[in-house]
């Protein structure tokens, strides 16, 4: 590779937790850069690879067949040392090394953060792609991953659905999500979750067990006796999912059962609606470059292609849509408001 090329020549790299549809994205970065003649090097292991400098030339052949795959070809990693100021020089030193005049940052918020953080010492033009299964940025409808990581939940509360059925049995399914109960909510609804605890309706009102042991009572008399399937965000009990059925079990003899899905969100071939999100976006971050900008992420709304200052997309809030929340939160809980008040 030669710095004196006259193309122009862009980096990428992919960072944070992988997610569903970051191959698709890297394959659309790198097809459309081809396609306006750019030169195109991947750090590998995200901002580590920026760091250390390990990096690749890509071109189109390399990333043709990839957005079938989950994970990233180019390796994600999570790089503390990154939020230093001496690593932000660093990583504007070897970007002007290798010549590079942009990079595009495909994950989550700590990315964009870091994104953001490198563009105080680095004059290159940088762009984000919103690679992430929690959805929590805010000024795009879907980050890529989320998609998927949705259906592979509703998938498993499914099969839970099936045993939990069969011997009229409470289970706890605990989803990721960080901080944000997007995966909660839309696998809840998708699959007809008879609870949720979500942080967004723990933060109002944290659930106490014993609420919830009223609210599995309840049900059963209102359904009479059957499955009663409960959605788990990450983070919101001490102990997760087994701790809480162990407290049912011997504080309440209540028989359950826990189901932790961990990374299975992360794994397996990205849904259609993920690569083709991932596909425009990637499309849409190398025209952003050839437009001038920098320190956006590319994002979506209602169809639209947009670009979102990157400082927003963590300081301003991407709430949970409030009608699918009241939708399974009030019109779908088997215990009515009227009867008896849900106790979240
Ligand atoms: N405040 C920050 N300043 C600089 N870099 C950051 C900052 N926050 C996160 N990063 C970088 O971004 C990486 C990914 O962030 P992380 O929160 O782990 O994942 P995600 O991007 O998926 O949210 C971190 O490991 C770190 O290298
Ligand atoms: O893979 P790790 O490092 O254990 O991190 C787990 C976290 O990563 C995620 O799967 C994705 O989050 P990020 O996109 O912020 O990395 C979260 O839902 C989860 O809390």
């Not at 190398?286 to 169809?303: D, S």
Request: hydrophobic share 45%.
């Amino acid at each position: 590779m030669s710095a004196t090329t006259s193309r122009q020549r862009i980096g990428v790299l992919t960072s944070g937790g992988d997610a569903p549809g970051m191959n698709a994205a890297l394959r659309a970065v790198v097809l459309a850069a081809e396609h306006y003649d750019m030169e195109v090097i991947a750090f590998r292991h995200g901002y580590e690879g920026l760091l250390n400098n390990e990096y690749l030339s890509l071109k189109a052949a390399d990333v043709l067949h990839v957005l079938q795959y989950s994970g990233t070809i180019i390796k994600s990693a999570r790089c503390p040392r990154f939020k230093e100021v001496a690593a932000a020089q660093l990583a504007a030193e070897n970007l002007d090394a290798l010549g590079l005049s942009a990079l595009v940052v495909i994950g989550g918020d700590g990315s964009f953060r870091g994104a953001e953080h490198l563009s105080q010492y680095w004059q290159g033009q940088i762009i984000g792609v919103p690679g992430t299964i929690d959805n929590d940025l805010y000024g795009t409808d879907a980050t890529i991953g989320y998609a998927t990581a949705v259906a592979i939940a509703m998938d498993a509360l499914d099969k839970i659905r099936d045993t939990a059925d069969a011997m009229d049995r409470v289970f706890i399914v605990e989803v990721m999500g960080r901080h944000a109960g997007f995966i909660g909510l839309s696998s809840a609804m998708a699959a007809g979750a008879e609870r949720m605890i979500l942080p967004e309706l723990q933060r109002d009102k944290p659930l106490t067990v014993a609420a919830l042991v009223k609210h599995i009572k309840r049900v059963e008399a209102v359904r009479g006796p059957g499955s009663y399937v409960m959605v788990l965000s990450e983070h919101q009990w001490p102990g997760g999912a087994v701790a809480l059925s162990e407290q049912l079990e011997a504080e309440f003899d209540m028989p359950c059962r826990p189901c932790l899905l961990g990374h299975i969100q992360r794994g397996g071939a990205p849904a259609p609606s993920d690569r083709i999100l991932a596909s425009q976006l990637g499309v849409h971050a190398i025209e952003l470059i050839l437009q001038g900008a920098t320190r956006v992420m590319a994002g979506i709304k209602a169809n639209q292609m947009v670009a979102v200052p990157l400082v927003d997309t963590w300081t301003k809030k991407n709430p949970l849509d409030e009608n699918l929340l009241r939708i399974q939160h009030e019109i779908f809980n088997p215990v009515k408001k009227s009867a008896n008040k849900p106790s979240q």
